[in-house]
């Protein structure tokens, strides 16, 4: 069994930074591509960046590319998300996986964390 857990969500202004987490436990960590995903208020959950496992290859939504950046410290079975530039279409609850790609591109989740809110607002 894999066990994950977020932290770093909370409120920021548009335009700030923040960095959640997603400690991993359970399994071997660097043997599970590791993807974030999110879920804004009245819309369903969408594909937000991952990385995988040997930290050789990443992906990420148009929607965040060139803001966000996914990394991961295998030795410390944790997973980061640097979101820089924030909007307030950026507030979700923001959820870390752990999972594969598939085909080289397609990343497909496993094992899901219980998420973490972000809120960005004046």
């Known amino acids: 069994q894999v066990q994950l857990v977020e932290s770093g969500g909370g409120l920021v202004q548009p335009g700030e930074p923040l960095r959640p987490s997603c400690t991993v436990s359970?399994?071997?960590?660097?043997?599970?591509?590791v993807g974030w995903f999110r879920r804004a208020p009245g819309k369903e959950r969408e594909f937000v960046a991952a990385?995988?496992?040997?930290?050789?290859?990443?992906k990420y939504a148009d929607s965040v590319k060139g803001r966000f950046t996914v990394s991961r410290d295998n030795a410390k079975n944790t997973a980061f998300l640097q979101m820089n530039a924030l909007k307030p279409e950026d507030t979700a609850v923001y959820y870390c996986?752990?999972?594969?790609?598939?085909?080289?591109?397609?990343?497909?989740?496993?094992?899901w964390g219980q998420g973490t809110q972000v809120t960005v607002s004046s």
């Open positions: 359970g399994r071997t960590f660097n043997t599970y591509t």
């Open positions: 996986s752990a999972g594969t790609f598939i085909l080289g591109t397609n990343y497909i989740a496993t094992y």
């Open positions: 990385i995988s496992r040997d930290t050789d290859k990443e």
